[in-house]
């Protein structure tokens, strides 16, 4: 049978086919779907985790007890998880497992470019990278063997055209079902420091027998062309440079990359005239061959950072450019991301702007639009789970200072559990006087609407505990703590108030949910079936755009007439614009 499958959908494939029985994961774009699309197998016990230090732990645990795991995560996300990573580097496994790491060249929806194959090299383990949906399927499972055959845990490196894209996937193999491994108590799992003094030497003839199997393994493979040119690639970068060069060029694929196969490179830069090294993002693999004293050309050529295409391939190394369709660009609208309508974050920002007094510390998330017009509050952003840290230290020294700056400080529930509690307890055990504010749209909104600690559901719809984020922040010692509707305008800027009076650390919770999500059975209790449409009544109206400075991209303001209407497609009636128009000219319609 045959299927056309994202990477991601072609992973979860591959996992069950594997014998995986526990997959963990904290949802990140462009490593979200894995996790989602392995949870529809009944086999393999499926979970969010709260960040990704924790799913790796929880993963570690799994392959202890004997049993396959898998846990999986953005770029960013592996910096969190690089803790236990290293240790388990040391330590091994029982059972096989993969850490995948999904990178996103360009930064579609991240906050650096990192090249997570260093990981691989920093940690002293394997690493494979597939280029398309069906490599995906079938690595991942060759994954977890050399995980059992080498007793290490292996690097399975991602990019977003491979966990995104759509390819055909032969699908032929049924699972394999993979006896849980009996635990034994051994000495190599409690790495005190003379244990990991024996498990370092270890860990160098583990990766001495992985550079042999780089050699020989089919993963990687020449692919024979004319011999003028000679491509070493990986991943969605060989399908770049296939597509530009075709049958014009010998390649030698690499599957596994690290350790890269150095002999087998060797033997294949005797045999063509010019050796190309076309990779994304850092050169891990060119100035590995360079060190190894072969020639290449690489980064001279190739540009070291962004998305790579086949476009910027061939300009690059042929110095030819595809024509393309000419345009006026001048007449193409402008359109930068913006909050949904009816996204419940801005009431809130809307009246957080006013404050002039305020630096606006923000964290990862749907809310990081707040710094873009018209709302323009936004100040700072970091990492995930950073702001009241960052707003913490910040406000110490504007205090130290004489500065007469507070810093309001925002993060997602979703954050929230991540990594916001212990920045928490950094600004309460430190004596802040800064405002946390707890944005709960009910959801892990910005990757998809994944479950989180907070909606009392688990990730295949069980009910579980709900835990209560008020509740939480009172037990790490704020002692004012205080939940909004943040669509009601009056209330908010009373709450900011409020909370800004205190000269310790206070938290704010705006409490509503994403205005995409479908609602639970919990939400429908609570929030009721508040969507509605707002209505202009153009009468009414006189063209101040009040309400266009709200950010709302239901709301067009008509230059010739001078007037506002209201798309009744994205409107459910938050009724933001209609608390700030000046003469109420905005009404509600029911639906």
């Known amino acids: 049978m045959k299927k056309l499958m994202t990477g991601n959908e072609a992973i979860a494939r591959g996992a069950w086919e594997a014998g995986v029985q526990f997959a963990s994961a904290y949802p990140g774009t462009p490593s979200t779907e894995i996790l989602e699309n392995v949870s529809t197998y009944p086999e393999i016990e499926s979970e969010w985790a709260p960040n990704e230090k924790v799913a790796m732990e929880a993963s570690v645990g799994a392959q202890l007890a004997g049993a396959r795991s898998l846990v999986a995560m953005k770029h960013v996300g592996l910096n969190v998880a690089a803790d236990p990573l290293m240790t388990a580097a040391y330590t091994g496994v029982n059972a096989g497992m993969v850490v995948i790491s999904a990178d996103d060249p360009d930064m579609h929806s991240s906050q650096n470019e990192q090249d997570n194959r260093n990981y691989a090299k920093l940690a002293k383990i394997g690493m494979i990278e597939p280029s ?195 345009y006026d660009a001048s007449v193409i609208a402008n359109r930068p991301p913006t909050l ?87 600004a309460v055990y430190n004596k802040s006087n800064i405002l946390m504010v707890v944005l709960d749209n009910r959801i892990t909104g910005m990757t998809g609407h994944q479950e989180n600690p907070g909606t009392g559901y688990r990730i295949n719809g069980e009910e579980t505990h709900v835990t209560d984020i008020a509740e939480v922040a009172k037990a790490l010692g704020v002692k004012h703590v205080r939940t909004v509707n943040p669509l009601k305008l009056s209330e908010v800027k009373e709450a900011i108030e409020w909370g800004l009076s205190f000269d310790e650390p206070a938290c704010l919770i705006t409490r509503w949910p994403c205005v995409l999500k479908k609602m639970s059975a919990m939400d429908k209790e609570e929030f009721g079936n ?39 497609g994205q409107c459910v009636a938050c009724d933001v614009c209609a608390q700030v128009c000046p003469v109420q000219a905005i009404g509600r319609e029911e639906k």
């Open 340 to 426: 949904c309508a009816g996204c419940p974050h801005r009431g809130f920002y809307y009246e957080l702007a006013k404050k002039k007094d305020v630096v606006a510390v923000s964290d990862i998330g749907c809310y990081a639009l707040a710094g873009l017009a018209p709302l323009n509050v936004k100040d700072v952003a970091l990492d995930m789970g950073a702001a009241f840290s960052i707003g913490h230290g910040a406000q110490k020294m504007f205090n130290k200072a004489g500065v007469n700056k507070r810093c309001v400080c925002t993060m997602g529930d979703s954050t929230f559990f991540h990594s916001g509690m212990t920045s928490m307890l950094e």
């Open 132 to 326: 398309d949906s069906q490599e995906a399927k079938d690595y991942i499972k060759e994954a977890f063997d050399l995980s059992e055959k080498f007793d290490t845990p292996m690097l399975f490196r991602l990019t977003t055209r491979i966990c995104h894209s759509k390819s055909i996937v032969d699908i032929v193999d049924d699972r394999v079902e993979k006896p849980y491994v009996p635990y034994e108590k051994k000495k190599k799992f409690d790495p005190i420091p003379a244990v990991s003094r024996m498990l370092r030497k270890s860990v160098e003839e583990r990766m001495n027998g992985l550079a042999e199997y780089a050699e020989t393994t089919e993963l990687n493979r020449i692919i024979w062309g004319d011999k003028k040119i000679g491509i070493v690639s990986a991943g969605v970068a060989y399908q770049y440079a296939k597509e530009v060069f075709g049958e014009n060029a010998s390649y030698l694929k690499l599957g596994f990359t690290y350790p890269l196969p150095m002999k087998k490179i060797k033997d294949f830069a005797s045999q063509v005239e010019t050796l190309y090294v076309i990779e994304e993002l850092d050169p891990f693999m060119e100035d590995q061959i360079r060190a190894a004293g072969i020639a290449c050309v690489g980064k001279e050529k190739i540009p070291n950072m962004y998305e790579l295409n086949p476009d910027i391939v061939r300009k690059a190394i042929l110095n030819e450019e595809h024509p393309t369709i000419s």
């Open 530 to 568: 508040y969507k509605a449409v707002n209505k202009v009544d153009p009468e009414k109206c006189i063209g101040c755009k009040s309400c266009i400075r709200t950010g709302c991209p239901a709301l067009e303001f008509h230059a010739d007439i001078k007037k506002v209407t209201i798309s009744a």
